[in-house]
C-alpha cells in the first residue's frame, strides 16, 4: 500500500485540500497520512473541524509576531522528523504558502516525489504576491506532478520548460469544497443585519498590501459608504494586528460596516453566496466567488488568475483610493456591466477535481 502524506498549514489551504483529503481516503489502496504546520492557528482548526479531519501530525509553529525566517526555519527543522519517520511515496502539497515551499524542499531533500496541487499560477512579478510568487515557482522546480486548475496553468509550466508529462489540468478544488458548504437554508445575525440592504463582503490581509495600499483600499470603502444608504459592508478582519489597528481607526465611526471576527468556511461560503459584490486582495476568493455568480474587485497590482479576468468574473483594480472607488461605485450603479460579471462563466472547473486528482495518483503511482 503507497503511503501519501497531504501537508498544508493555512487556512486557505484547508480549504483546498480538505476535500481532496476526504477523497484520498475513500481510495483503498493508499494509506494517508496529514500534517499540518499550524502556520495558521484557529483559522486552520475551523476548516479542520468543518471537514471532520484530524491531522496525524500537527507541528504548531504559529508565533507572535514571526517573521518568514521563523517560519522558515521551523518547518523545516520539524519537518524533517516527520518525512524520516513516515517515508511516504508521495507528498501533496498547495498552491503558494511557505508551508508548500518548505515541505516541498524538505522532501526534496529526502528524494521524497511531491505533488503540487494549483500548480502553474504566475504574476511573473517575483515581488507580487510576496513571497507566494517565489514559493509557487521554485515547488515547480521540486515537483514530479503538477495538478494545474487551467489550460493556462498548463501553458505556464510549459513556458518554464516542466515536461508535459508531469501536467495534468484538474480544475481546483476550492469548487469541491463550495458544493458541501453552502446552503439555502443558512442564517446569521450578520446578515439579519444587513437586511433588506445590499450586502458587500470585503477581505484584506495580504502583506505587500500592509500600510498605505490598505489604508487607500478602506478609504474608498468610506467614500462609498457615506454616499450610498442602501448597502452594508461585512469585513471578516484577519489577526494580524497591524490591520486590526488600521481598521479600526478608518472605520470607526461608520456604523454601516461591521467589522467581524475571521469566519470559518461554512460561515464564509454562505456569506459570499448572500453578497451583491465581493472587494478582496485575496486569491482563493477569486475562484469561488465566481462559482457563486458574484462580481469581484481585486485590490492588487496583479493577479496570478488572469482567466478570471479574461472571463470577465474579476476586475483588477490596484491599490490606488480613486480606482478602488470608481470600479465600486460603476458595479453599484451600472445594472448592465454587473450583469455581465455576476452571468460570466467560472473558468475554475465543476467540482469533480478531487476525484480528477485521486484517479491521476492512482493510475501513476501504483
Known amino acids: ?5 497531504v501537508i498544508f498549514g493555512t487556512r486557505p489551504e484547508a480549504i483546498k485540500m480538505c476535500p481532496l483529503v476526504n477523497e ?8 494517508i497520512k496529514v500534517c499540518v504546520t499550524g502556520q495558521h492557528k484557529e483559522m486552520l482548526d475551523q476548516v479542520l473541524s468543518v471537514f471532520h479531519i484530524k ?7 504559529m508565533k507572535r509576531n514571526q517573521t518568514l525566517f521563523d517560519v522558515s526555519i521551523s518547518i523545516m527543522d520539524k519537518m524533517k522528523d516527520v518525512l524520516a519517520i513516515e517515508k511516504p511515496n508521495l507528498i501533496l502539497v498547495h498552491g503558494d504558502t511557505t508551508t508548500t515551499f518548505i515541505s516541498s524542499l524538505s522532501a526534496f531533500y529526502l528524494n521524497i516525489p511531491i505533488g503540487h496541487v494549483e500548480a502553474g499560477l504566475r504574476t511573473n512579478n517575483i515581488h507580487s504576491p510576496f513571497p507566494e510568487e517565489f514559493n509557487r515557482q521554485a515547488v515547480s522546480l521540486l515537483a514530479k506532478y503538477n495538478f494545474a486548475p487551467t489550460e493556462r496553468s498548463k501553458k505556464n509550466l510549459i513556458l518554464e520548460n516542466r515536461s508535459e508529462e508531469s501536467i495534468f ?14 446552503s439555502s437554508n443558512y442564517n446569521h445575525k450578520y446578515l439579519e443585519w444587513v437586511g433588506d440592504n445590499k450586502l458587500i463582503l470585503v477581505t484584506a490581509h495580504r502583506r505587500e498590501n500592509l500600510g498605505n495600499p490598505m489604508r487607500n483600499m478602506f478609504n474608498a470603502i468610506n467614500r462609498i459608504l457615506k454616499e450610498f444608504t442602501n448597502i452594508r459592508v461585512i469585513y471578516p478582519i484577519h489577526l494580524n494586528p497591524k490591520i486590526r489597528i488600521l481598521a479600526e481607526e478608518v472605520f470607526k465611526e461608520n456604523r454601516n460596516i461591521k467589522l467581524i471576527e475571521p469566519l470559518d468556511v461554512i460561515d464564509f461560503h454562505n456569506f459570499m453566496y448572500r453578497a451583491n459584490l465581493i472587494l478582496t486582495d485575496s486569491g482563493g476568493i477569486q475562484e469561488e466567488a465566481p462559482s457563486l455568480g458574484k462580481p469581484v474587485l481585486v485590490m492588487r497590482d496583479t493577479t496570478e488568475r488572469p482567466e478570471g479576468v479574461k472571463a470577465g468574473t474579476l476586475r483588477l483594480v490596484g491599490t490606488s483610493e480613486d480606482e478602488i472607488y470608481r470600479n465600486f461605485k460603476l458595479l453599484l450603479t451600472n445594472q448592465r456591466m454587473y450583469d455581465k460579471m455576476s452571468k460570466a462563466i467560472n473558468p475554475y472547473g465543476n467540482g469533480k477535481s478531487s476525484s480528477i486528482i485521486c484517479d491521476i495518483i492512482e ?3 501504483l
Open 1 to 5: 500500500m503507497k503511503k501519501i502524506m
Open 24 to 31: 484520498l481516503k475513500k481510495r483503498k489502496k493508499f494509506d
Open 55 to 61: 491531522p496525524d501530525y500537527n507541528l504548531e509553529i
Open 169 to 182: 489540468v484538474t480544475g481546483n478544488t476550492v469548487i469541491d469544497a463550495l458544493k458541501t458548504t453552502v
Open 363 to 365: 493510475k501513476h503511482l
